[in-house]
């Protein structure tokens, strides 16, 4: 588990790849994020669960785009797990919604 | 114990308390004046306190006090032997020839077979060393603390000077412990100036700040006609202009003479690195500010028949300078109106929205609508790995008729004299995302009184606060503003909104049919 200001993130591997992030993701946390996706990027399912997530800014999204290219090329995935109302609501304005993979 | 034992035993006690490096002094047990009398001193305690036993056998311990030795102490320390318990305390104490030091110290009864204390026995260290490292330590942890602090969440550079300047002067408060600390200066970045003053005084302390701005960065004191003594240090930075002196006032000879001056200088020199830091990520900001609006259309752009009025305003913190754009593009009988956000920061932000909005720019003057200039934008965006917002309004000049297109972006309000709602915008994806998706075109009503209102996150967002309402509220915003004059209404949004603390870079354009001149009158 990492810690940055608001942001906790958690990598847990099984037959799948799931990061967990909880807090907000920000231009000072943005990064931990990045640090965790990147390390298990790969040709493997990878979830990230933002349920806990309370606030995306752009830098956020740039990452979680970052991901979704990485995964995509990779020969991987990326599904964005049950997210949070705010994630889902900045999803939808930014037409993620029907590009990225999606599990309530 | 036996008398016999006693009798053997009284040479090695003597001799083990002679010759142990713990200071030890035996008093009698008179606590009142003229105090208790020294009977007992080893050469270690000689040797702190500075003087030879002949002087000090027959005196009281009170011929080691001085101007610095704390009163509280000495109360405590009687009420502690008038109830024959034991003491532990920490005082200034003086050496023969003046010099102050600090000893931690502890007294305790030494009662005969009746139980009555007949004389008490002090041991003491000389800490003064150990005291000033913590101490010292603990300064300059502080100043690196509060620039870290200050780094990862930075204000303007003003109150991040203040807030810097405060700090070091409180550090060096609990360093010395005695007098006043301030810290004096001003900072000259690019256009801006600003002068911090903490606990500065007029007079008398900005002569002796004078005195120390000259110095070398040498740690300097001095004392006036008065007696009021002072030591400082200059805290200039070769880096971005900062002028600035550090200085302990108000003290007087005794607390100058104690003072620990090269740790002084030394938290000095952590100011000095702090307010360097502060300097550099403050040039910069103003680097990125500079070719952002560098890169931005230098007056409002012009469209026949229609009011247009742009502003931009970076944010407060370097890393959210640079990325948002907005620009007009005239083709034909149409005006593409655009307002974008890289997501960056930065000079480097500020760079790759040259380049974005060029390109944007030059697909639509190639005559390609909206919608394919945003789709081949988003093949350009995801083969440099950038991401990007925009959105794109498009005014057919001589129908009138207005259409948007959003990459991923915030849609516009509209408003009239008596409403204002957010525009149904269907966003396509944001640029960057890669593949081949498809950018709805949406058909936006207006009338001749239409405002129209585009503009960035910065001008909204809230991380307490879900953009729905955010949304809502900038509506709400540009009803009550009820504006005839774009200018005002911008200028209005933008200062509603800098009253809520905002960090992010803020663009809006805003554009509705001129008053004055009627449909299709313009020339193309």
């Known amino acids: 588990m990492a810690s940055l200001d608001n942001l906790t993130v958690t990598t847990a591997t099984d037959d799948s790849t799931l990061v967990i992030a909880e807090g907000q993701i920000d231009s000072h946390t943005s ?11 790969g040709d493997v399912p990878l979830s990230v669960n ?39 609501r900045l999803l939808d304005i930014t037409g993620l919604t029907p590009e990225l993979q999606i599990v309530p | ?124 260290d000389d800490i003064t060393a150990l005291r000033r490292a913590e101490r010292l330590l603990s300064a300059e942890k502080a100043v690196d603390g509060s620039v870290s602090i200050l780094l990862s969440h930075p204000a303007d550079a003003t109150t991040n000077l203040q807030t810097m300047a405060t700090d070091i002067a409180s550090a060096v408060s609990d360093l010395v412990g005695y007098g006043r600390a301030v810290v004096v200066g001003d900072v000259r970045l690019g256009t801006s100036r600003a002068a911090f003053a903490v606990g500065a005084r007029h007079g008398a302390d900005e002569q002796l700040m004078e005195q120390v701005r000259l110095g070398p960065g040498t740690v300097q004191s001095g004392c006036d006609d008065e007696g009021r003594c002072w030591v400082g240090c200059a805290l200039a930075s070769e880096l971005g202009g900062i002028g600035g002196a550090l200085a302990v006032v108000d003290l007087d000879q005794a607390e100058l003479d104690f003072i620990d001056q090269a740790a002084v200088g030394r938290v000095a020199e952590c100011g000095r690195r702090a307010l ?53 593009v005239r083709d034909g009988q149409r005006a593409v109106l655009i307002v974008g956000d890289m997501a960056g920061s930065g000079v480097r932000a500020a760079a790759d929205m040259g380049r974005v909005r060029l390109l944007v720019k030059v697909l639509l003057q190639q005559g390609r609508s909206a919608a394919d200039a945003l789709a081949l934008l988003n093949q350009f965006c995801s083969e440099e790995d950038l991401v990007a917002t925009a959105l794109a309004v498009t005014i057919d000049l001589p129908t009138r008729e207005v259409s948007a297109v959003s990459a991923g972006h915030l849609p516009p309000v509209i408003s009239s004299p008596h409403t204002a709602e957010i525009a149904q915008v269907t966003p396509g994806p944001l640029l960057g995302i890669g593949g081949s998706p498809h950018y709805p075109r949406s058909t936006i009503t207006v009338d001749d009184d239409t405002t129209i209102v585009m503009f960035t996150d910065g001008l909204i967002e809230r991380p307490d606060e879900l953009i729905d309402v955010s949304l809502e509220r900038l509506a709400v915003e540009v009803l009550a503003a009820n504006s005839d004059d774009l200018a005002r209404l911008c200028d209005g949004l933008i200062l509603k909104r800098q009253a809520n603390n905002p960090t992010d870079d803020i663009a809006i354009l805003t554009v509705r049919p001129s008053h004055r001149s009627g449909v299709g009158e313009g020339s193309g």
């Open chain 2, 1 to 124: 114990m036996t008398q016999q034992t006693d009798d053997l035993l009284l040479p090695i006690l003597r001799a083990a308390l002679d010759q142990t490096r713990s200071a030890a002094c035996i008093t009698t047990a008179e606590l009142d004046r003229p105090g208790p009398e020294i009977v007992y001193v080893n050469p270690a305690y000689c040797e702190m306190i500075g003087r030879d036993e002949t002087e000090v056998l027959g005196a009281t311990p009170r011929i080691m006090q001085g101007p610095l030795t704390s009163r509280a102490e000495l109360d405590r320390l009687r009420r502690d032997l008038d109830a024959d318990r034991p003491f532990i305390g920490e005082t200034v104490n003086y050496r023969r020839d003046g010099q102050p030091f600090l000893i931690s110290w502890r007294i305790d009864p030494v009662q005969g077979p009746d139980g009555v204390t007949t004389h008490y026995i002090a041991t003491q």
């Open chain 2, 276 to 328: 360097s830091s502060l300097a550099e990520y403050e040039r910069q900001r103003l680097v990125a500010i500079e070719l952002q609006r560098d890169l931005l259309p230098e007056t409002d752009p012009v469209v026949p028949g229609f009011d247009v009025v742009a502003r931009y305003q970076p944010g407060a913190f370097a890393t959210r300078v640079g990325g948002d754009w907005y620009d007009v």
């Open chain 1, 50 to 88: 933002l349920a806990g997530i309370t606030f995306v800014d752009s830098s956020g999204l740039r990452v979680i785009v970052g991901a979704h290219k990485r995964q995509l090329s990779g020969g991987g995935s990326l599904t964005i797990v049950k997210p949070s109302v705010p994630v889902a």
């Open chain 1, 31 to 41: 990064s931990l994020l990045d640090e965790a996706l990147t390390a298990v990027a």
